[in-house]
């Protein structure tokens, strides 16, 4: 009978998880909280994230709140719990919907505020990132919920008119000017405005690098393109001057107003055609 050993079977689950084995990792896990008075909630947060990639949400949210009875400021479970709460909710009827995702994007703005001062840049992104397509899932969530309100009642404002007006045609100019009014005006699909957009990618940006050309663009995408192409401006082929990748100035005036826009328009985010909450993912 082999013998248990912590950081033998920690490193084992480590090593499953990095070859995307995440059932096994899991077990691995899981042995370790059977062997362990105190695991520490560092093995719940791993076993948590093993059942994000597995798609298991129920068991997200469980391992993550065995992990926040041990450490209730531990971050990387409070996003991993509001997201857990928003995909468990988004199929849900009306209100018990919107509950569940407000819980979320609470606990993933408690996340967001808890590492404010830290320098974990990468992280924030990630947190950002999440509390940017929990907001966009509320949206279209909303959007859902008040387009069959609007249709409840125009069904229930119908009848009366047609009761009630003798002349066909009249009936049906003013079935017509009740759907108008009932109507909402597609805001998803007006165009995103152009100067927020990055010239490579033609995404809203969220962290806008201006360079010695005087273009701007999303970090990460003139990253990828002078590693493949050279210190070159993608629009204009100009020579670029002292590029540094750690640091490049940001444009903050452009950078403000995106976040205002994104916050009136949550949609915009990596938008794509055809998306609603149903087809809107956290690792998109």
């Not at 928003?86 to 009306?94: D, P, Q, R, S, V």
């Not at 401006?233 to 205002?260: H, K, S, Y």
Request: glycine share 4%.
């Amino acid at each position: 009978m082999e013998t248990y050993n912590f950081t033998e079977m920690k490193a084992l689950g480590d090593q499953c998880f990095k070859n995307k084995d995440y059932q096994g990792a899991v077990e691995n896990y899981l042995e370790i909280i059977k062997n362990e008075d105190s695991p520490g909630a560092n093995i719940y947060q791993n076993i948590s994230l093993c059942y994000k990639k597995l798609g298991d949400w129920e068991k997200v949210e469980k391992y993550s709140n065995e992990a926040l009875m041990l450490d209730d400021k531990y971050i990387k479970c409070l996003k991993l719990r509001g997201e857990a709460k928003i995909e468990l909710h988004k199929f849900k009827e009306e209100d018990e919907a919107m509950k569940g995702i407000d819980e979320g994007i609470e606990d993933i703005k408690k996340a967001h505020r808890l590492t404010h001062g830290q320098d974990k840049t990468g992280f924030n992104r990630d947190i950002e990132h999440a509390l940017r397509i929990a907001k966009k899932i509320k949206y279209y969530k909303e959007k859902e919920i008040n387009k069959k309100l609007k249709n409840d009642l125009f069904s229930y404002l119908k009848s009366p008119i047609e009761e009630h007006t003798a002349d066909s045609s009249e009936s049906d100019r003013l079935k017509a000017e009740l759907q108008d009014l009932l109507k909402d005006p597609s805001v998803e699909e007006q165009k995103i405005p152009e100067f927020l957009t990055c010239p490579i990618s033609l995404e809203v940006m969220i962290d806008p690098k201006i360079l010695s050309s005087g273009h701007t663009y999303e970090k990460e995408e003139i990253i990828k393109h002078i590693k493949k192409n050279g210190y070159r401006d993608p629009l204009t082929n100009e020579l670029l001057q002292d590029v540094q990748f750690d640091n490049m100035p940001g444009n903050i005036n452009l950078r403000q107003a995106i976040e205002d826009y994104l916050e009136k328009n949550p949609w915009a985010y990596k938008h794509h055609k055809d998306e609603d909450y149903s087809n809107i993912s956290f690792d998109m």
